[in-house]
């Protein structure tokens, strides 16, 4: 029985030069960010954290590894002080930005979504998780974040995106958007072929051809077109036209 209490003194003993250790650890690493020295600041705090919790220091590690230019360390330490206490609002910011510099996109997009879910002034925010699951390639995602942004507050480069989103995924709403497009920023000549090939390919044959006359007006020429002008002559019941593209 002597000898657990003694064993158990050892224990409570080494333990207490343990945390006396690491708030050394801890204290030196505030003096060291103050330096600048961050590389220092790293090893500090790792060496603190590896027997101690602490929020201060896990954001001081992020600190360090952004300003390091690590931004999946940086992340680990904002996910870690996650798991702790909840992010402020600029610690969130903070996450998903250097999730992003990571190209860990899903963390990123994950990040802004909540960010985006918890703003009343979210516009820029929305746009951007849908540019970055445009980099992730899910466009249907893509289309449902653009379309989060109120139509009085959606510039003409989100039009754009909108549009575009709305053809790669097949969506009705893209005829209406390159109208949308065009009445904004005249929509440039290869947009205005993207339209009549969209149109055409899903059975709107004379919509086709107006975006087909807007690409002749911009190009004054048809150049390889004389097939899908046929096609689309033909289509739109305009048989003569359409044999003359032949």
Known sequence: ALGDERDGEVAAAGRSVAERRARVQGELARALAE????????????????????????????????????????????????????????????LAGQCEEAADLGCAVAQYRALAAGQDSSDLLWEHVGDLENRRGDAVAALAAFRQVQPAERTPALWSKLNRAAVVTG???????FERVFEMTALDAAGRLDAARYLAANGRADEALAWYDRYLTATRRDDGLQLELARANLAASRPQIGRAHV
């Open 35 to 94: 330096a600048g020295l961050w590389a220092d600041v790293r090893a500090s705090v790792d060496e603190a954290l590896g027997r101690m919790s602490d929020p201060e220091l896990l954001v001081l590690g992020a600190q360090a590894s952004t300003a390091l230019a690590q931004p999946h360390d940086a992340a680990s330490y904002l996910q870690r002080l996650a798991s702790v206490r909840p992010l402020t609002q600029d610690e969130g910011r903070w």
């Open 171 to 177: 969506d009705r709403e893209a005829a209406v958007l």
